[in-house]
């Protein structure tokens, strides 16, 4: 039976509960969130109470609806994640990787990655995806320079890489899960903005579909779910032990997890994977390309469209910074996007982004390109600049972890051990990590962003 069908026929039995959680279901909710939510929010965040099923040991309808996923998405075992795409790619790792042992990961990643560096002791080789300074974004996986890492590090144990990128673009997954193989070495896909190419080809091809053996998705970035859910899936020719990855799940998720939310994932994934879904879901598709070909036709405007998924419209405006674009769009159009850069824009799309919203966005672009908007100089500098810069490790991170540190001014820091995570968020890929050595390409960029120190190894 589904969670959603227990739940219902739960309620009718009428059961009196002296049980967590205290709200009752709803019969006591504080007056400022039910202003705000309702009461009905409540009616499905039970525990794992008599009859229920227990997330961190499914044998029940949890299990059942984690199986039922997993032949959706053509995975081997599929899990439910409470806890977002971070814990998914925390467990990912934890469950393959030893202290000590070598993890190659793109150094776009989410900085979920390095809270998995830090907890199993992994080695981190850092692999630079390519870099597009034309839009100031990373883009997809060189495969050669993949390949010369795996030959000069054969003892790697695993890849970690991101597929898409925030952005949208792709990489090669096919090639690049031939060459894992080649290499005997693990492949993890942190596909948390693809959640939904299952459910539409012309997105993109899911890794787990291109030979990945971990996936992990996030189902609120455009799926439609509510944060923070996100699955994790092991495909059926991995060679990864399902049970360990519920371990390393257990670890570091609550043991109180809300039948809301998983309520939230069972049906999410049901009305994508239905004919009314798909369908929705290609509808969303269709609007978002006529967009697309619209803002084309604009003078000034470029649209990103190098092998990416289409739901993420990057868009830059000539001789204007993606920052001057950003801040013109929130405040003239009262338009909030997803990230900028010095370059470009992210205007993140998904399943719930209503035609209305595109028209507007439609309109305001014309506006703002007809009309040549641009921000008083006065109030405005440009002249943050990033390019990616080979980090060279001085300390991993699990070894630096709680070391002492103090701030220093930035102008001090050449040559220093940095000890903070240090990165533009969004997209959240690190720029500096614990651990490495600051150089003077980092002191310039970060001194462009107005700030004045940073925190070194005592
Ligand atoms: C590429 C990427 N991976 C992972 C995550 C973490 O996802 P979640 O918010 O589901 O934990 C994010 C969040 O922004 C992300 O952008």
Not at 18 to 25: A, L
């Amino acid at each position: 039976m589904s969670i959603t069908n227990y739940i219902e026929r739960y309620r009718k039995n009428k059961r009196t509960l002296f049980t967590t959680p205290s709200h009752g279901q709803g019969d006591f909710v504080a007056p400022g969130t039910a202003k705000m939510l309702g009461h009905r929010f409540f009616s499905c965040d039970y525990s794992e109470i008599e009859g229920f099923d227990n997330l961190s040991n499914p044998r029940g309808i949890i299990k059942t609806a984690q199986d039922t996923a997993a032949d959706i998405y053509g995975a081997k075992s599929t899990f439910f994640l409470t806890n977002g795409s971070t814990s998914g790619i925390i467990a990912a790792m934890y469950s393959t990787l030893k202290r000590g042992d070598k993890v190659v990961i793109a150094r776009n990643c989410h900085k979920s990655v390095y809270n998995g560096l830090v907890l199993t002791g992994a080695v981190p080789i850092w692999l630079m995806p390519e870099y597009n300074e034309e839009w100031g974004i990373f883009e997809s996986i060189n495969i050669d320079a993949l390949e010369e890492i795996f030959l000069k590090n054969k003892d790697a144990k695993a890849f970690i890489m991101t597929n898409p990128t925030y952005e949208g673009a792709m990489s090669d997954i096919y090639r690049i899960s031939a060459v894992c193989r080649k290499y005997n070495i693990l492949l993890i896909v942190d596909e948390a903005h693809g959640a939904l190419w299952n459910f539409n080809k012309s997105l993109g091809t899911p890794s787990l579909i291109q030979g990945a053996d971990i996936v992990v998705q996030s189902l609120h970035k455009t799926a439609g779910a509510l944060n923070p859910s996100a699955l994790l899936h092991i495909s059926k020719e991995a060679s990864v032990n399902p049970k360990l990855v519920q371990q390393a799940l257990n670890l570091i998720t609550t043991t109180s997890p809300s039948y809301s939310l998983l309520v939230n994932i069972e049906e999410t994934i049901n009305f994508l994977s239905s004919a009314k879904g798909q369908l929705y879901l290609q509808e969303h598709i269709k609007s978002v390309n006529r967009l697309i070909r619209t803002l084309r036709s604009i003078p000034n405007l470029q649209v990103y469209n190098y092998n990416n998924d289409v739901t993420k419209i990057l868009i830059k405006v000539t001789n204007m910074s993606g920052y001057e674009l950003s801040d013109i769009l929130f405040d003239r159009y009262g338009i909030e996007d997803e990230m900028a850069n010095e370059k470009s824009v992210l205007l993140l799309t998904g399943i719930g982004t209503t035609r209305t919203k595109l028209k507007k966005l439609e309109k305001d672009l014309i506006d703002l390109c007809s009309n040549n908007i641009k921000i008083s100089q006065e109030t405005y500098t440009t002249d943050r600049h990033f390019t990616p810069v080979e980090p060279r490790v001085r300390y991993i991170p699990s070894v630096l972890w709680g070391k002492m540190s103090k701030e220093v001014e930035l102008k001090f820091s050449l040559a220093r051990v940095c000890m903070e995570l240090i990165a533009d968020y969004p997209p959240g890929a690190p720029i500096l990590l614990p651990g490495e050595v600051i150089k003077k390409e980092h002191i310039e960029y970060l001194l462009s962003t107005n700030r004045t120190s940073i925190r070194v190894l005592i």
